[in-house]
């Protein structure tokens, strides 16, 4: 029992953490991007993109967010269900429509507020299952 409620709590806290990183790389990722401007399709607007893209530091510091998304989003699969991580962190969504909100100044309609109230309650309901439905003894401590 011990073991199931260390790993719940350090499952929930690596997924807090991967909607921490992806959610603010996200944001700084939108902020460079719209530092840059509108990307042309075309050879000349791909390349002019990604001169800008690399001489950007916000856009660099999304990256390494996003990075932190990701070896936050390695870790915790390697010891919880797939199953449960990716939907326990879909309540980014959630904050992600927050920060358009506040941070970008977005306007959400209430058929997005509904859908994001939607994947809320789908979060709730996955959290309350258990991480890991494989043999406890796989499952690294």
Known sequence: MVHEHRLRFKTLFMVLLMVVCANVGDLLLKRGMTRIGAVHISLDGLQQALLSTVQNGTIWLAILFLLGFTLCYMSAVSWADYSYVM?????????????AIVVLHEAVSAKRWIGVFVICIGVFLVGQTKPNTTNSQQVAS
């Open 87 to 99: 939907p326990a962190g879909a309540f980014g969504y959630a904050t992600q429509t927050l920060l």
